[in-house]
């Protein structure tokens, strides 16, 4: 699983943020990425080059207007030449910047990383039952962005852009809180348990019981929502293949027109209309199936 960034973040911070998975963590681990300072560019073979201009270009003159032609070409070639390697190799990213570069980079990364704390949620805050039920969020939230009937504005495709992301940010916050007290809890009960604090334990276990089912409540919730996206998404295929179908009926018409065959195509071809109809309707119960399921998970 990726970084789980709070959908409140910049967009492009955000980017930023799932972009570097391992960075973050070391962040967190407490590495920190030292301050840079600005590399000085020096170009000393350029400055050389500029200065032995006029001499060059007198001394070419000079053989241009001599018996020796020839070698004033081959010394002119040869300078343009130079000229041109050294302003190709000006634009490069120097070796020397490189560091710098990644450097300045790095430290961006840690600045944001810093200053929206609490706002992304790393692999590491999830334990593996939590993983599993983040993972099952993010597939129908994936699959109901990623469909055609939400492309194409069947769905409420501004609210699913906006609701969407936000449920999966909250999952995985109440997610990885229950994960972390989970961990304290295991922790706790592999030291051995006192009698007297039994009974204290045993409403701890069911308040994390409960919580689970609740956030998994949640996310069958959506994945009812994304379950009945995926039926809108089959009809609008089927119905746009029967509409391909239908476009073309007239040549197969006109064909067995010529044929002598038509009469016995009747059948075949009013069923065919029929399927369009038919499937025109699936597609508009499965997209008010789709909204009722919506707004069951906005409740």
């Not at 409540?217 to 239908?246: D, K, P, W």
């Not at 195509?265 to 038919?278: G, M, N, T």
Request: proline content about 6%; hydrophobic content about 50%.
């Amino acid at each position: 699983m990726g970084v789980v960034v709070d959908p409140g973040v910049p967009p492009e911070v955000a980017g930023m943020l799932r972009a570097n998975a391992p960075l973050l963590s070391r962040i967190r681990a407490g590495w920190v990425p030292p301050v840079v300072q600005p590399v000085e560019r020096r170009w000393p073979s350029s400055l050389a080059l500029l200065a032995a201009t006029p001499l060059v270009v007198a001394l070419m003159s000079a053989l241009l207007a001599s018996p020796v032609k020839p070698i004033g070409f081959v010394l002119l070639g040869g300078f343009v030449f130079v000229v041109l390697v050294k302003i190709a190799s000006i634009n490069e990213v120097s070796p020397h910047d490189r560091p710098y570069e990644r450097g300045v980079y790095e430290r961006g990364v840690y600045e944001r990383a810093r200053w929206y704390d609490g706002r992304y949620l790393l692999a590491d805050d999830f334990d593996a039952e939590a993983k599993v039920v983040l993972a099952r969020a993010q597939r129908a939230i994936g699959a109901v962005l990623r469909s055609h009937v939400n492309a194409e504005g069947l769905l409420d495709d501004a609210r699913n852009a906006v609701m969407l992301p936000e449920q999966e940010w909250e999952i995985a916050r109440l997610l990885a809180k229950l994960a972390a007290l989970r961990g304290e809890h295991k922790e706790l009960l592999a030291r051995g348990i006192a009698p007297e604090v039994a009974a204290v334990i045993e409403p701890l276990d069911r308040a994390l019981v409960t919580s689970e089912a609740a956030v998994v409540a949640r996310v069958e919730a959506l994945e009812r929502y994304a379950g009945h996206v995926a039926e809108a998404e089959r009809a609008y295929h089927a119905r746009g293949q029967i509409e391909e179908l239908r476009a073309r009926l007239p040549r197969y018409e006109e064909l067995l027109a010529e044929s002598g065959a038509d009469a016995l195509a009747v059948p075949e071809i009013e069923r065919l209309a029929e399927d369009a109809d038919s499937l025109e309707r699936l597609l508009r119960r499965s997209v008010s199936s789709a909204h009722e399921a919506f707004r069951h998970l906005e409740g």
